[in-house]
């Protein structure tokens, strides 16, 4: 039974620093591709960063130079570091994890709850 559980969201002013962190378990090998989504409501959940079993990553235009995804596999923990927050970054963040970086939200297999972060 894979669970993913996000922590770290809150309120914070703009300009300001938030990490996210996901702990894993119940995966039977290593072998997953990691991901942080974002959803407002109204809008489709779309991508925010994702990262690879040899720990390549891809990121969305809208976080390039701002978010940094990385994981410590020791710890089954996917962090997503957040810096220079935007009012736009306000959403709900998910974690997933699935076999393949898959370029389609529902591509993932598994979903965290998610974590409120609200930018002001």
């Known amino acids: 039974h894979v669970q993913l559980v996000e922590s770290g969201g809150g309120s914070v002013r703009a300009g300001t620093s938030l990490t996210l962190t996901c702990v894993t378990s119940?995966?039977?090998?290593?072998?997953?591709?990691m991901g942080w989504f974002r959803q407002v409501p109204g809008k489709q959940r779309e991508e925010v960063a994702a990262?690879?079993?040899?720990?390549?990553?891809r990121d969305a235009d809208f976080v390039k130079g701002r978010f940094t995804i990385s994981k410590d596999n020791a710890k089954n923990t996917l962090y997503l570091q957040m810096n220079s927050l935007k009012v736009e970054d306000t959403a709900k963040y998910y974690c997933?994890?699935?076999?393949?970086?898959?370029?389609?939200?529902?591509?993932?297999?598994?979903w965290g709850q998610g974590t409120q972060v609200t930018v002001s």
């Open positions: 997933a994890a699935g076999v393949y970086c898959s370029q389609r939200v529902s591509g993932w297999e598994y």
């Open positions: 119940g995966y039977t090998d290593d072998g997953h591709c």
């Open positions: 990262i690879d079993k040899s720990g390549g990553t």
